[in-house]
């Protein structure tokens, strides 16, 4: 997977100076994908335990995410909600590293609830696209537009490892306490990854319908 996300990220650092701030959040985002799958392959290859830095990816990529998603939704209730929701997402993260699941497991209820947002929002902003009168009045097709791609990239994601963000910690206690097949695990991460190059794929399809002047800045 990091192969994939060091090939997409090249293309975005190289054209990062004329990025609109859609483009910039994106860029962020991969670099966030490419460090923590990084961090998390060297702790795993040393046997150290490193469920509890899959907690702190899920909240820097949502608050990542977050930014992208308030630059270009253009709603200011939805904004409003985009630029404080993060505040209680964070209580929740604490109250499941801490109390809930705790460092040693995945922390599914923090994970699913940025899935769900995440979601969310996407479904948001493409609704928005299919009702923007500027949109409409100059004919311009979404799929011209690389917050369009940008999106679709992580709705995909998001979409696919709902279930697994919800599950995988209730997975683990199976097979620490049945010893169940790991078959199970493999395949749910083989999708994961698959779905995961899908998105990327995506992004770097937006980054090249990028213009100097982004939708977000209209």
């Not at 994106?26 to 670099?31: D, H, L, N, Q, T």
């Not at 392959?41 to 990542?64: E, T």
């Not at 279930?163 to 395949?187: A, C, G, H, K, P």
Request: aromatic letters at 16%; glycine letters at 4%.
């Amino acid at each position: 997977m990091m192969g994939i996300e060091i090939i997409i990220l090249i293309p975005f650092l190289l054209k990062f100076k004329t990025l609109d701030a859609p483009g910039r959040w994106m860029c962020y985002y991969i670099i966030s994908s490419l460090f923590f799958a990084i961090s998390t392959s060297i702790l795993a290859n040393l046997h150290i335990n490193n469920m509890w830095l899959f907690s702190l990816m899920n909240f820097v990529q949502f608050l990542l995410l977050s930014c992208f998603y308030w630059s270009i939704i253009k709603h200011p209730t939805v904004r409003i909600v985009i630029t404080y929701l993060p505040i209680l997402v964070l209580g929740l993260c604490i109250a499941d590293f801490l109390k809930f699941e705790g460092f040693a497991s995945y922390n599914s209820i923090s994970a699913g609830l940025k899935s769900g947002i995440i979601i969310a929002y996407g479904v948001i902003f493409f609704l928005q696209l299919l009702t923007d009168k500027d949109l409409l009045e100059n004919a311009i097709y979404i799929n011209t537009l690389s917050v369009f791609w940008y999106n679709s990239g992580i709705f995909i994601y998001f979409c696919s490892s709902f279930l697994f963000s919800i599950s995988y910690n209730l997975i683990q206690t199976q097979i620490e306490e049945v010893v169940l097949q790991r078959d199970m695990v493999l395949t749910l991460i083989s999708v994961n990854y698959i779905v995961a190059i899908i998105t990327m794929i995506l992004l770097y399809i937006g980054l090249t319908k990028t213009k100097r002047l982004g939708y977000a800045d209209n």
